[in-house]
C-alpha cells in the first residue's frame, strides 16, 4: 500500500473564532497553522482565506500574499487553493485563485445543501471551472459531497469537460443536508473510481476520525483541519491543526502505514510541477 497522505484544511469559510480560537484569519495565524499540520505530517494543506477580521474571500490578491507566505515558510508543502470559497459566493469570484496556477485546487462536483445553506454548483458553473484548469495546467480535487456528485463528474470527464486521468476525489462525507460519513458510503465512493485513481476521505464534525481510520486501511486518504473538525475527541477543542493531524499520524502507524512528504505525495498523485511551481 502507498504511504498515507495528510491534508491540512487548516481555515475553511465557516468556522470562526468562535467556534475556536484557533482558526487562522490573519496571513501570520495562517502560516503558524500551516507550519503546526505540516509539522505534524500533512504533505498537502488546503488552502481558504480570510481578511484580517473573518469574513471569506476568494481575493486574487490575498490568496498570493497568503500562498506565497505559506511558500516561504514550507517550500515543498503541497497547496490546494479552494474554488468553492463561501456558499454564496459568484463562479468568477470563487475561480480568482485559478489566475495564480497553482500545482491543484478544489473543483466541486455538484450543487447540494450546506447546512442552511445552498452550495451552488450547476453544470454549466463546472464546465467553466473543469475548462480553466484544462487551460491553467491545474490538478483537480474533485470534492464529493453526495453519492450522486461521483457520477455527475466521471461524466464530465468522459466528455473532456474536466480534467481526466489520474483524478484525486475528495469524498466529503457527513456535510449536514448531504451524504452521511458512514463505512459504507465510503466503499461505494472509493470502488465506485476508475482505476490508477486516487482518493480522499474527508469527515465532517465528530466523523473525522472514524472515517479516517477504515480510509488509512483501504489505501485511501485523510483530510483533517479546522476547516472539517475542530475537536480532537469529545468535548475537548484541537489547539492547532496540528494536533489534529497528529491524531491521524497516530491512528496510520497504529494501523502499519507510513506517512507521505511532500515529495512522495506528488508522485502518488502523479504531479508533475516541481517544489518551486506552484505560484509560476
Ligand atoms: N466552503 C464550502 C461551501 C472547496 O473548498 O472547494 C465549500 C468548500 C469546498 O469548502
Ligand atoms: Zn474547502
Redesign the pocket.
Known sequence: MEKLIITA?IC??EVTKQHNPAVPYTVEEMVREARSAYDAGAAII?V?VRWDDGTPTQDRGRFKVIMDAIRAELPDVIMIP?T?GATGMKPEERLQPTELFPEMA?LDCGTCNFGDEIFDNTMPTMRAFGKRMIENHIKPEY?CFEMGHLDTILTMARKGEVPGHPMQFNFVLGVPGCSPATVQNLVWLANSIPAGSTWTATGVGRSAFTLAAPAIVMGGNVRVGF?DNLYLSRGVKARSNGELVEKVVRLSRELGREIASPAEARAILGLTGGPNCPIR
Open positions: 484544511a475553511g469559510a488546503h481558504h479552494s468553492g478544489t470534492e476547516e
